[in-house]
């Protein structure tokens, strides 16, 4: 079974620009998730969608930052404009909706690594 | 607001020593996650802890959870380089989200 592809998986932009990220979820997963990963830090949750619906964006920057999911499969994760802070590991994951066993195993991309100059 | 902690945030130990990493988490769950993280590498699932008691265990890392003490342990028994990577774990909190640790870097050596 394919994993939760994404691209780039490196990116170098000056502040002020704009960029976009990329994520494939395994097939079948209806919940997609954003992370952002700094350095040293633990994954933190910019958005969550179900399908084609957003569960859960209360810490996305919204003045910067947007996603969408598009007919429940392919995701993209758009920032505009870049600032320093915004350096750190795009991670993208997916997970099937919860099963008899009442696990939410969500399936890691391998990151696209951000730096802002 | 969920917070997670982990301790120690590093670890450096010899190869054939036990060690324990503590997940403390603020508000009631009972569904935790483990996960490993190598350099440069995403996240790999390695343990699913669904109710107060649960124990898992692969090869040399055991896990459990307590849910009343809001506490989940990962032992390492006999470690080996192989081990060596950071270990997070995530706390569910509402609708399928992951609250996730500060991560434990472990680092084995002879």
């Known amino acids: 079974e394919a994993g939760v592809a994404q691209s780039p998986r490196y990116k170098i932009i000056e502040k002020r620009q704009s960029v976009a990220f990329w994520c494939n979820p395994i097939s079948g997963h209806a919940t997609l998730y954003w992370y952002q990963q700094i350095l040293g830090q633990g994954p933190k949750l910019l958005i969550q969608f179900q399908n084609n619906g957003v569960v859960d964006d209360s810490q996305l920057p919204k003045d910067r930052f947007s996603a969408e999911r598009l007919k429940g499969v392919d995701s993209t994760l758009k920032i505009q404009p870049a600032k320093l802070e915004d350096s750190a590991v795009y991670l993208c994951?997916?997970?099937?909706?919860?099963?008899?066993?009442?696990?939410?195993?969500?399936?890691f991309g391998p990151g696209t690594r951000l730096t802002v100059l | 607001e969920l917070k997670v902690e982990q301790n120690p945030l590093f670890l450096s130990m010899q190869e054939g020593k036990n060690y324990t990493i503590y997940c403390n988490y603020s508000?009631?769950?009972?569904?935790l996650y483990w996960y490993r993280q190598d350099p440069g590498k995403s996240l790999e699932s390695l343990f699913v802890l669904l109710s107060n008691g649960a124990v898992k265990q692969e090869g040399r890392l055991m896990a459990s959870l307590d849910t009343k003490a809001r506490l989940s342990t990962l032992h390492i028994t006999a470690a080996v380089h192989d081990l060596s990577a950071t270990y997070f774990c995530a706390v569910e909190s509402g609708f399928q989200k992951l609250v996730f640790g500060t991560g434990t870097r472990l680092l084995v050596s002879p």
């Open positions: 508000t009631t769950s009972d569904r």
């Open positions: 994951a997916s997970s099937l909706d919860r099963g008899l066993a009442g696990a939410v195993e969500q399936f």
